[in-house]
């Protein structure tokens, strides 16, 4: 049973549009969720994260929308760069215990010059 | 600032064979762990430690080993490596906050 999903394994937008990476978690006990970006070759590093008494975090052109009851969150990256093309994995652990997080399978994200 | 360093970048190992991956962070930090990333998944936990002489299991820890005899230091032992451990392994470690340091990887074959 896999807790963490992100249904979209690749997505493709047009420099300087929207691009939005949906998760959804099933484990109630969540309460702080993560995206990381990852490169080729590299590990991943940390993006952006939220907890469970927020509904949105903004950080320059990303911004995370938690809904709670639907058990879904989603990274918003407004406008799109070529050099955010990468893969984005989404995480979530109880607060106290955030290291031991389990990701989600991935999503590409391409960006289009 | 050297973070999370893994060693080696890449090995290949035949059937049977043991080895050790090395993982040191320089930030202090209680927390570390061991990912691994198959093709076209996501990371999952092997193993994990909350502090010196503080180990255990995560998702996936059969035919794994691992100590913390101090603070830097986590490394991973395979003991008898086996095809299915062809991965890409990752260490983390985290300090007061929530947020997960990752190495850059070892691309693990074994063939």
């Known amino acids: 049973d896999q807790q963490v999903k992100q249904n979209s394994p690749s997505l493709s937008v047009q420099e300087g549009r929207i691009s939005i990476l949906n998760c959804d978690y099933t484990?109630?006990?969540?309460?702080?969720f993560l995206w990381y970006k990852k490169y080729p070759a590299e590990g991943p590093t940390f993006l952006i994260s939220?907890?469970?008494?927020?509904d949105k975090n903004e950080d320059g052109r990303f911004t995370v929308f938690l809904n709670k009851s639907a058990k879904h969150l989603s990274l918003h990256i407004v406008p799109s760069q070529p050099g955010d093309s990468a893969v984005y994995f989404c995480?979530?652990?109880?607060?106290?215990?955030?290291?031991?997080?389990?990701f989600g399978d991935g999503t590409t994200l391409t960006v289009k010059p | 600032n050297a973070g999370v360093t893994q060693t080696p970048k890449f090995q290949v190992l035949k059937t049977g064979q043991s080895m050790t991956l090395q993982c040191a962070q320089d930030?202090?930090?209680?927390?570390m762990s061991w990912y691994r990333q198959d093709p076209g998944m996501g990371l999952r936990l092997i193993h994990y430690?909350?502090?010196?002489?503080?180990?255990d299991q995560g998702e996936v820890p059969n035919g794994y080993n691992v100590s913390r005899s101090t603070t830097e230091d986590f490394p991973l032992r395979l003991l008898s490596a086996a095809p299915s451990q062809t991965s890409v392994y990752f260490c983390?470690?985290?300090?007061?906050?929530?947020?997960?340091?990752f190495g850059e990887g070892s691309w693990l074959t074994v063939v």
């Open positions: 983390a470690s985290r300090g007061s906050g929530n947020t997960i340091y």
């Open positions: 484990n109630s006990m969540f309460d702080y």
């Open positions: 939220i907890s469970s008494i927020k």
């Open positions: 995480a979530a652990s109880a607060f106290s215990n955030a290291g031991k997080s389990t």
């Open positions: 930030m202090n930090h209680e927390y």
């Open positions: 430690s909350v502090g010196a002489g503080i180990t």
